[in-house]
């Protein structure tokens, strides 16, 4: 960044040089600082051509090429350059900007930010002019703050378009979420960073919700979104693919700073289905955009269908820094948490239909057929709706169990989990978790640990690679090699595949 400091011509005194040079030095600390805290982006953008004119009487100048330039940065960052001068420069008192085009002989600078009540926001006259002939009007620079301009008109029509991010549903809110043992923790959680002011600590940041489809998640997080919205405090709500598509489209039409100011100026995002974020840049953007707002003590609420550690499409920095906070499962609704959805769907349905009755034997039938999710209740309660309404008889357990057969399904074999098979195989050959990960290679070790590969290529849908990199970070081929020698033992020795088989049970129960 060049200067011009002023006073320095040829025949200024020795120490206004080493003065000026000093003040010079100090400028490019500050723009040093100022890079580090906006990041490259952001300051190549607004400051790449900002330059110290010269300093006297407590006054700096700086100049910019662009009235448009001028403008932006008085009105967005005059809180991030005032500090820096105070804290290098303190005989500095006052900051204004001119515009290097202008053709007025003198100017009286507009102040960014003043020093001590009194001067902040005086008139100051300064001794800080351009040559006194009349300067023709650059064409380069006029196309540059005709660029500018056009940009920031993209940057309000994109702000217009983002700034409510995804819709949100009003019947989702705190007082419609049913509790249960199953999410009694993701309810409290989700309430206590609802409602929590501006100047209480952020106990839970980012508070990670992960569960299956269908036990209210979505519900949870839309109600955070109100909740918070209603106590005054600036919300985003986003899906992954909302926030995929809003940083492709910036970068497109070249609102990218927008983009990123907006999601960092929020006191709370919101982010579901994280699960589904794809795209090296995009995962960057994000990674930088949670490190930004947890930095800034912005509360972060983020739901998935699987803990942090398992997402595996997702970079590592950015599964570090969705586990840092509070994860918490939703589990499996259970019967009574189940009759509390039905009831309250019969309920809401009755409104429409005050004819439409359903038996609590029926009703009990029903939460014990379906145990899946939320959502497939509420199919449930629309076919025995149909059910009545079109054929005008009461709903019985015979109607109820031919009403509802296509969602009546098997359980699923329950979820089992890398950690899980490494721990029991551990405690079942008297060995520990890190050793199983370690890279020893003795004969005690060595089993357990190729029986825990084995077991989590049958009973897991990890690929290959993945389970490698869970064992210590080791390659494919070592998995592979520890399942082809597992199987081959296994179909010799008789007592190994019992106790293949007592531990996949045990990993079942």
Same mark, same amino acid.
């Given at each position: +960044?060049?200067?011009?400091?002023?006073?320095?011509?040829?025949?200024?005194?020795?120490?206004?040089?080493?003065?000026?040079?000093?003040?010079?030095?100090?400028?490019?600390?500050?723009?040093?600082?100022?890079?580090?805290?906006?990041?490259?982006?952001?300051? &190549? &953008?607004?400051?790449?051509?900002?330059?110290?004119?010269?300093?006297?009487?407590? &006054?700096?100048?700086?100049?910019?090429?662009? *009235?448009?330039?001028?403008?932006?940065?008085?009105?967005?960052?005059?809180? *991030?350059?005032?500090?820096?001068?105070?804290?290098?420069? /303190?005989?500095?008192?006052?900051?204004?900007?001119?515009?290097?085009?202008?053709?007025?002989?003198?100017?009286?600078?507009?102040?960014?930010?003043?020093?001590?009540?009194?001067?902040?926001?005086?008139?100051?006259?300064?001794?800080?002019?351009?040559?006194?002939?009349?300067?023709?009007?650059? /064409?380069?620079?006029?196309?540059?703050?005709?660029?500018?301009?056009?940009?920031?008109?993209?940057?309000?029509?994109?702000?217009?378009?983002?700034?409510?991010?995804?819709?949100?549903?009003?019947?989702?809110?705190?007082?419609?979420?049913?509790?249960?043992?199953?999410?009694?923790?993701?309810?409290?959680?989700?309430?206590?960073?609802?409602?929590?002011?501006?100047?209480? /600590?952020?106990?839970?940041? /980012?508070?990670?919700?992960?569960?299956?489809?269908?036990?209210?998640?979505?519900?949870?997080?839309?109600?955070?979104?109100?909740?918070?919205?209603?106590?005054?405090?600036?919300?985003?709500?986003?899906?992954?693919?909302?926030? +995929?598509?809003?940083?492709?489209?910036?970068? *497109?039409?070249?609102?990218?700073?927008?983009? $990123?100011?907006?999601?960092?100026?929020?006191?709370?995002?919101?982010?579901?289905?994280?699960?589904?974020?794809?795209? $090296?840049?995009?995962?960057?953007?994000?990674?930088?955009?949670?490190?930004?707002?947890?930095?800034?003590?912005?509360?972060?609420?983020?739901?998935?269908?699987?803990?942090?550690?398992?997402?595996?499409?997702?970079?590592?920095?950015?599964?570090?820094?969705?586990?840092?906070?509070?994860?918490?499962?939703?589990?499996?609704?259970?019967?009574?948490?189940?009759?509390?959805?039905?009831?309250?769907?019969?309920? %809401?349905?009755?409104? +429409?239909?005050?004819?439409?009755?359903?038996? %609590? &034997?029926?009703?009990?039938?029903?939460?014990? %057929?379906?145990?899946?999710?939320?959502?497939?209740?509420?199919?449930?309660?629309?076919?025995?709706?149909?059910?009545?309404?079109?054929?005008?008889?009461?709903?019985?357990?015979?109607?109820?169990?031919?009403?509802?057969?296509?969602?009546?399904?098997?359980?699923?074999?329950?979820?089992? $989990?890398?950690?899980?098979?490494? *721990?029991?195989?551990?405690?079942?050959?008297?060995?520990?978790?890190?050793?199983?990960?370690?890279?020893?290679?003795?004969?005690?070790?060595?089993?357990?640990?190729?029986?825990?590969?084995?077991?989590?290529?049958?009973?897991?849908?990890?690929?290959?690679?993945?389970?490698?990199?869970?064992?210590?970070?080791?390659?494919?081929?070592?998995?592979?090699?520890?399942?082809?020698?597992?199987?081959?033992?296994?179909?010799?020795?008789?007592?190994?595949?019992?106790?293949?088989?007592?531990?996949?049970? +045990?990993?079942?129960?």
């Amino acid at each position: +960044m060049n200067s011009r400091p002023a006073g320095a011509g040829v025949g200024a005194p020795v120490n206004d040089d080493v003065k000026a040079e000093g003040n010079q030095e100090a400028w490019t600390r500050i723009c040093r600082r100022l890079r580090s805290e906006l990041g490259e982006d952001v300051f &190549s &953008s607004w400051f790449g051509r900002l330059e110290l004119d010269g300093i006297a009487d407590g &006054s700096a100048v700086l100049s910019v090429p662009t *009235k448009f330039l001028k403008s932006w940065i008085e009105s967005h960052y005059c809180e *991030k350059i005032w500090p820096l001068f105070e804290s290098e420069l /303190p005989e500095v008192k006052r900051v204004s900007i001119r515009v290097r085009s202008s053709r007025r002989p003198s100017f009286e600078p507009s102040a960014l930010a003043g020093g001590p009540p009194g001067a902040r926001g005086a008139v100051v006259e300064t001794s800080f002019a351009p040559s006194v002939q009349k300067i023709r009007p650059d /064409p380069k620079i006029q196309e540059s703050e005709k660029v500018l301009q056009n940009s920031v008109k993209r940057q309000i029509d994109f702000d217009g378009d983002f700034v409510n991010g995804s819709p949100l549903d009003r019947r989702l809110n705190f007082s419609s979420f049913l509790v249960g043992r199953s999410n009694q923790l993701a309810h409290a959680a989700a309430q206590k960073v609802a409602s929590a002011s501006a100047d209480e /600590p952020l106990l839970y940041n /980012p508070l990670y919700l992960h569960a299956t489809v269908g036990l209210g998640k979505t519900h949870l997080l839309h109600a955070v979104a109100h909740a918070a919205t209603a106590v005054t405090r600036r919300v985003i709500y986003l899906t992954a693919e909302r926030f +995929m598509y809003g940083f492709v489209s910036a970068l *497109k039409a070249q609102t990218a700073i927008a983009f $990123k100011e907006k999601l960092r100026s929020i006191d709370v995002l919101v982010i579901d289905d994280v699960q589904f974020l794809q795209g $090296k840049s995009i995962q960057q953007e994000f990674c930088h955009t949670l490190n930004a707002l947890i930095d800034a003590r912005r509360q972060i609420v983020i739901a998935a269908d699987r803990p942090p550690g398992d997402l595996e499409s997702l970079d590592e920095r950015v599964r570090s820094r969705l586990a840092g906070g509070l994860c918490v499962e939703m589990g499996g609704l259970d019967e009574s948490l189940r009759i509390k959805i039905l009831e309250a769907r019969i309920a %809401a349905a009755k409104q +429409m239909h005050p004819n439409f009755e359903v038996p %609590a &034997s029926v009703i009990g039938y029903v939460a014990s %057929a379906i145990q899946t999710n939320g959502r497939d209740l509420d199919g449930a309660v629309n076919r025995l709706l149909a059910h009545a309404s079109l054929n005008g008889a009461p709903i019985g357990l015979e109607t109820a169990e031919l009403a509802i057969r296509d969602l009546v399904r098997t359980h699923e074999p329950k979820r089992i $989990k890398i950690e899980d098979i490494q *721990k029991l195989v551990a405690s079942h050959f008297n060995v520990s978790r890190a050793d199983i990960l370690s890279a020893r290679r003795t004969a005690n070790v060595v089993r357990p640990r190729q029986i825990a590969m084995y077991l989590s290529k049958m009973l897991t849908l990890r690929s290959l690679p993945e389970i490698g990199r869970r064992f210590g970070g080791r390659d494919h081929t070592t998995v592979l090699h520890a399942v082809r020698k597992i199987e081959t033992l296994a179909t010799a020795d008789g007592s190994l595949s019992e106790e293949l088989e007592l531990l996949k049970r +045990m990993l079942m129960e």
